[in-house]
């Protein structure tokens, strides 16, 4: 009788009371408020297209292929904006199948075409890295040109940087202890000479304690994401630079060290990547870049150009 029960049950769950419990089962794992912000919108979004009252025992593979047919016809979403919708509703939904309110099935992302990730070019950089006059300048404008300075020396999310405080710089040992992170794991990265010189003088001009934030408004308090993000697009327009992204310098980042022969293990670490699929992901893209100069410092064509034994008519 009580299997039977059960079994009603794991039938008669609707949608809405499986997501209560999806989440409450992320708050148990301690995930992130922004993963869990993701999922939510991910589900409302899925709601659009299937009732919160709906059964989950409904929701078969024929329903995840008309959702994606949906959002094709219905937004602007492109592969790529629809593969991150079906991620977090795949999250939901292999939780609900574990726990046996969905018959078990595949859930499978779309083939998408992988694009050039854009960059910062030479020229814009030279644009965005001449340092301002600080006797006239504002702070704020000192406070961007500084952190675009670090965006390019580290590679760091935007996320991280905000929340990144005055003790937080390691200025004798010459490191940066990161302490929010997408993975929510410390990490300590390495300050570059030049980095180390411009943090050194910025805290000067910036003073605050130690466990105040490194880059703060115009009256010492906290800056947001999206407060940085819109600073840095007025500067970079007043820079005379089109491209604004933050994110961008943590793609610069990663193709300049990518073409200067940085080792692509030590780059993961620092990007805090858990795998290497981005980094495998950012070599392919900047192949055409990785070809440019290659038989200069091909250490075959350095040989054979340079060899006594070799001529080109025995060649």
Not at 253 to 259: H, P, Q
Request: proline share 1%.
């Amino acid at each position: 009788m009580r299997i039977k029960l059960e079994a009603v049950q794991c039938k008669t769950k609707t949608v809405e009371e499986g997501f209560k419990e999806f989440v409450r089962y992320c708050k148990v794992k301690n995930l992130s408020d922004r993963t869990l912000d993701f999922y939510q919108e991910c589900f409302e979004r899925f709601c659009k297209f299937h009732s919160k009252d709906g059964l989950l025992w409904d929701i078969s593979q024929r329903t995840i292929e008309d959702y994606i047919l949906y959002l094709k016809a219905n937004t602007s979403f492109n592969s790529v904006s629809i593969n991150t919708s079906l991620r977090g509703i795949r999250a939901f939904l292999y939780y609900q199948m574990k726990a046996g309110y969905v018959q078990e099935f595949k859930i499978q992302l779309l083939n998408q075409e992988k694009k050039i990730k854009e960059t910062y070019t030479q020229e814009e950089l030279k644009l965005l890295l001449k340092k301002p006059d600080t006797k006239r300048c504002t702070f704020a404008d000192y406070r961007d040109w500084v952190i675009v300075n670090y965006l390019l020396s580290t590679g760091n999310r935007v996320n991280t940087i905000v929340n990144l405080k005055v003790g937080n710089i390691d200025f004798e040992n010459g490191l940066i202890m990161l302490e929010k992170t997408k993975n929510r794991k410390q990490q300590i990265i390495p300050m570059s000479k030049t980095l180390h010189r411009i943090l050194g003088e910025y805290i000067q001009y910036r003073k605050g304690g130690l466990n105040d934030y490194l880059f703060c408004t115009i009256y010492g308090e906290k800056l947001t994401t999206n407060a940085i993000g819109n600073s840095i697009r007025k500067y970079n327009i007043r820079r005379g630079v089109s491209k604004t992204s933050i994110h961008l310098f943590r793609h610069t980042f990663a193709k300049n060290w990518i073409l200067a022969g940085g080792d692509i293990f030590r780059l993961q670490k620092i990007l805090g990547h858990s795998s290497m699929d981005i980094v495998r992901e950012y070599v392919n893209m900047f192949s055409d870049d990785l070809q440019r100069d290659f038989d200069k410092f091909n250490p075959l064509e350095q040989i054979v150009s340079n060899s006594e034994y070799i001529s080109m008519g025995r060649l």
